[in-house]
């Protein structure tokens, strides 16, 4: 190999790694974010009839896959019906059973079709006995497709981009280096 084959060897693989690393970085920041969500995180709300979730673009309503639910300090359920999707807007209606800590845990497809999800906690304090508490259910309201907690790896998975973009970016630093090492070592001899 030739010194001039070396530096074409080495300027094209480096090439192709800042393509394909600028290629992932772009894809993972390319999701939706969660932008306001009603009750807000870590408020105190004296009642509730919804859960409403606006996100930075509008989800895919893509069938099943869009997950909200409410769940209360007895481990129940109190959504009472499935997600609706209005444009950025993801909501649930819910009635509450007793006061304390909800946590809400919601999935989306993000607009660039990859799964996204959180969850966030508020705490609920009714006024008296205004409103009477309601009996939650124990499995999720939404179907048996609607187990957020199974879907923990999937938000992991979210990120894949920006993890191979690193990685390769990683990749390309250790080329450059065994590079300039093979150049030094051309020169020498
Ligand atoms: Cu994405």
Known sequence: ????????????????????????????SAHDTLENTDPAKGSTVKSLSSVALTFSADPLGTEGATIIQVIGPDKKYYETACPDLNGPVVSSPAALGGAGTYEVLWRVVSSDGHPIS??????????????????GSVKPVCGPAATATT???????????????????????????????????????
């Open 1 to 28: 190999m030739t010194l001039r084959h070396r530096l074409t060897a080495l300027a094209a693989s480096l090439g192709v790694g800042l393509v394909l690393a600028t290629a992932g970085a772009t894809a993972a």
């Open 118 to 135: 959180g969850s966030y906690t508020f705490a609920y304090a009714p006024d008296g006995t205004a409103t009477p508490a309601a009996a």
């Open 151 to 189: 879907e923990a790896p999937a938000a992991g998975g979210a990120d894949t981009g920006l993890w191979i973009g690193l990685g390769i970016g990683a990749v390309v630093l250790i080329g450059v280096g065994v590079g300039a090492w093979a150049l030094a070592r051309g020169r020498k001899n």
